[in-house]
Every structure is written in C-alpha cells, then in structure tokens.
C-alpha cells in the first residue's frame, strides 16, 4: 500500500457531533424555533458553543 492510499481510506471522527445533536433538540424541539430563521441559528450556535466551550475547559 502506498503512501496516497492509507491517506484516502483515513476517517475522520467529529467528537462534538452529539453536542450538535443536543443543541438541535433544544432550539428546534424543545425551544419550538423554526429551522430556517435566522433566530434558530444564532440560538443553535450559542447552545453548541456553550457547550462546546464547557467541555474543552474541563
């Protein structure tokens, strides 16, 4: 094997995919925003942030 194909066949791993999924709940679900307002998406980014930003800290 080649140094180009294990290079391609890597994967990568998003560590804060199920933060993403908690602060789509809550904006979305649980906080009743419509998906495509601009106040969902300022909302979702705060929630994941804050979250985001409390796990690296620990």
């Known amino acids: 094997m080649n140094e180009?194909?294990?290079k391609?066949?890597?994967k990568?791993?998003?560590i804060f995919?199920?933060?993403q999924w908690i602060a789509?709940?809550?904006t979305y679900e649980v906080f009743g925003i419509a998906?495509?307002?601009h106040l969902a998406a300022s909302v979702n980014f705060v929630?994941?942030?804050v979250m985001k930003?409390?796990?690296c800290l620990q």
Request: glycine fraction near 0%; charged fraction near 35%.
């Open 47 to 49: 929630v994941y942030d």
């Open 8 to 10: 391609k066949e890597l």
């Open 4 to 6: 180009n194909n294990w």
């Open 35 to 37: 998906r495509d307002t």
């Open 12 to 14: 990568t791993v998003d």
């Open 53 to 55: 930003i409390s796990c």
């Open 17 to 19: 995919c199920p933060l």
């Open 24 to 26: 789509d709940k809550l």
